[in-house]
């Protein structure tokens, strides 16, 4: 079957960094997608890996590993405004090419 | 440019009653996509267009939902008999293709009373 893993909430302080991991089982695995939603607003990209390695893209990277299933948003620099859900989503041949959605990992950043 | 905008914001109706949920994609995306979205849960699945065909609608949970997209734009969700349980967050994307990014709209949120 189809199964996407994050943890449910994480706390990190402002100015460091945090590691959002996301493991997933897919049989036609086509690319991932990691997204941000703020409370209440809708989810807005942020990166994308088809390929094994990382992605880098200012204060946010997105490493993948296909091999392992697994995959992680690195934020660096937090600030206040990173305090959101941060989603995981595959993209799967054997649906169409439909996005899996995990259930979001929960940031809460203090200062 | 504009992004994808859902029109109503918020519904609040009355279980039983018929609803109709818009939205108007990005000019120029082919692909459309719904999705219903609850509390601390990523989003589900509803429905997929490619231009004005639905070519892939295996997410619809039961046949008192529908959508359109009939000139290929603008699509609308419709759900007859509404019950409780379909009390969430609808949301909307859009893309330039199957597969690629998409870009989600501010939702709509429907409760049923």
Request: hydrophobic share 30%; proline share 4%; glycine share 12%.
């Amino acid at each position: 079957g189809q199964n996407i893993d994050q943890p449910t909430e994480m706390t990190a302080t402002e100015g460091a960094i945090v590691q959002i991991n996301c493991t997933y089982q897919t049989s036609g695995f086509n690319g991932l997608f990691w997204y941000q939603q703020h409370a209440g607003e809708a989810p807005t990209f942020l990166s994308y890996n088809v390929l094994d390695g990382l992605e880098e893209k200012g204060r946010f990277s997105s490493f993948l590993s296909r091999s392992k299933g697994y995959s992680y948003l690195l934020l660096k620099e937090l600030q206040m405004k990173d305090s959101a859900s941060y989603l995981c989503a595959v993209r799967d041949r054997k649906s169409n090419y439909q996005l899996i959605w995990g259930a979001g990992t929960k940031l809460i950043i203090k200062p | 440019g504009a992004g994808v905008s859902q029109t109503p914001s918020n519904k609040v109706t009355e279980k039983g009653k018929y609803v109709e949920l818009r939205c108007d994609p990005i000019s120029g995306h082919t692909a459309l996509y719904w999705y219903r979205q609850s509390l601390g849960q990523g989003p589900e699945f509803l429905i997929y267009f490619q231009g004005t065909g639905a070519a892939d609608d295996s997410g619809l949970p039961n046949d008192r939902f529908f959508a359109v997209r009939p000139e290929g734009s603008v699509s609308t969700l419709k759900i007859q008999r509404t019950e409780r349980g379909d009390s969430a967050m609808y949301l909307c994307a859009s893309g330039p293709g199957q597969g690629n990014e998409q870009y989600f709209g501010p939702g709509t949120r429907l409760t049923v009373t």
